[in-house]
Structures are given as C-alpha cells and as structure tokens.
C-alpha cells in the first residue's frame, strides 16, 4: 500500500471520528468548524544530483529552517518525514490563503530550490483551529 493512500486513509478516519463528535454536540457548545487548508506531500526527484555530504547538511539545515519560519508565522500547522525509505519523504499542512501562496511557500525551500524535493499540493478540509505542538509546548 502507498504511504498516501495510508495518511489519506488515516485523514479519513480522523475526520470521521471528529464529525462524530459534531453529531454528538449538546445545545449550548460551540459548532465544530472545518476549513480549507493545504496539504504538501514531499517527493524525492528521481534523477537528483549527486553532492557532498557538506552541501547536502546545508541544504538539510534551510529546509527545516524553512519550515520553522512557516510555523513562526503560522502558516505550517504539521510537517514531517515517513521514516521509510519510498519516494513521498514527508508531509506538511499549510494554512495559507491560496493554493498559489502554497506554492510560493514552498518554492523558497531549499531542498526544493535544489532539486531535491517536488511539492505536490492538494487542497485539504479539516478542523479549524488545527494546532500541533513541534516542541512539545
């Protein structure tokens, strides 16, 4: 199985699981609100150059700098690498306006600029207010 058919899988289930909880809601509790964020799936590029693992620890270094900014400024609510080896590497959720700002995100990263990571990006509904902790806050 692809590993973006077991997070859509897993999306499923977790939307399913919050819907339920919007069926379930009592009068007086707030309404449950979804909204349109961005979902970017990172896939390594197939004929990527080859570089010393200097340049490659540099590159490593803007990318994650990159997607601390994104989370400074409230734009990446998640991001991460699957820990196998398959083509799709990581994941991000974005919380930005358009799908074009999505891409203009992700066109400054370096291992994208670089030639290393294709973003593919796809809208996504989820629940608003969509908050993870990277630091353990």
């Known amino acids: ?31 449950f609100e979804m909204k349109k964020y961005y979902f970017v799936f990172l896939n390594s590029v197939p004929d990527a150059k080859e570089l010393d693992s200097a340049k490659m620890s540099e590159i490593q270094a803007g990318h994650l700098a990159n997607i601390g900014k994104m989370f400074d400024e409230g734009k990446c609510k998640l991001a991460g690498p699957f ?14 306006a358009t799908e074009e700002e999505a891409r203009k995100l992700m066109s400054v990263d370096p291992a994208v600029t670089n030639g290393f990571l294709e973003p593919v990006i796809r809208p996504w509904y989820g629940p608003a207010g969509l908050k993870v902790f990277p630091k353990g806050d």
């Open 83 to 96: 820990i196998d080896k398959d083509p799709m590497r990581g994941i991000l959720i974005l919380d930005v």
């Open 1 to 31: 199985m692809k590993p973006q058919n077991i997070v859509i899988g897993a999306l499923t289930i977790l939307i399913i699981s919050l819907t339920g909880k919007v069926m379930a809601q009592k009068e007086g509790e707030p309404e």
